[in-house]
């Protein structure tokens, strides 16, 4: 069984979630074949945090809980609490999913906090600008390996800019392998384009 943990913080932006999580949990669109895999909320504790919106989610695992394998996944959404200290586990144990070869997602205000572990430095990213990272990371040195587009992934690290969830989305899955690669790319054709055909030509790849 895989594991993808989704840290939740304070502040969490709820939108750039909502494409991951919810085909991930309801397997909807998996092919048959697929890796079983199984999706924890983590955080510093089981108490409830509340998200941008508004809404309060209690976490059902703590970081310590979190299993450090290379076929497991963390994803790390944006948020205007990064720079609390508490959040320093987490990037820990990011680090470490990043040093045995395990898939780190990091959106929006989570890809400062990789920058400001020097996990940027050397590898393609993205986040809401290259000035953004500069403006909120004074170790940030991965200017040279910043790529303006919504989502980027490269190896085992996928970063994204608040607007990127969509492409993030679809480039997790693709990581984890669990759609069929018809099924994936008929699923982001039309949520990028809400074109009534595209959701028939995806209904269509689910089809032996």
Request: hydrophobic share 45%.
């Amino acid at each position: 069984m895989r594991f993808v943990y989704v840290y939740l913080l304070n502040t969490l932006a709820d939108w750039e979630l909502g494409y991951i999580t919810s085909e991930l949990n309801s397997k909807r669109f998996f092919k048959k074949d697929a890796a079983p895999i199984s999706v924890k909320t983590v955080s510093i504790s089981k108490e409830a945090i509340t998200t941008m919106g508004g809404m309060k989610i209690v976490p059902g695992s703590t970081i310590d809980e979190i299993v450090e394998s290379k076929e497991n996944v963390l994803i790390l959404p944006g948020a205007n609490t990064w720079e609390n200290l508490e959040n320093k586990a987490i990037i820990e144990k990011a680090q470490k999913f990043i040093s045995i070869g395990a898939t780190v997602c990091a959106i929006c205000g989570a890809t400062v906090a990789l920058a400001n572990a020097g996990l940027l430095d050397k590898r393609p990213h993205t986040s809401n600008g290259v000035g953004f990272i500069q403006a909120f990371s004074t170790v940030y040195q991965g200017d040279q390996f910043y790529v303006d587009v919504p989502s980027v992934s490269d190896g085992n690290l996928i970063t994204a800019s608040c607007t990127g969830s969509l492409l993030w989305a679809k480039q997790i899955i693709e990581k984890l392998d669990v759609f069929k690669r018809e099924s994936l790319e008929a699923w982001y054709a039309y949520f990028n384009t809400g074109k009534a055909e595209k959701f028939f030509a995806l209904m269509q790849t689910l089809k032996d």
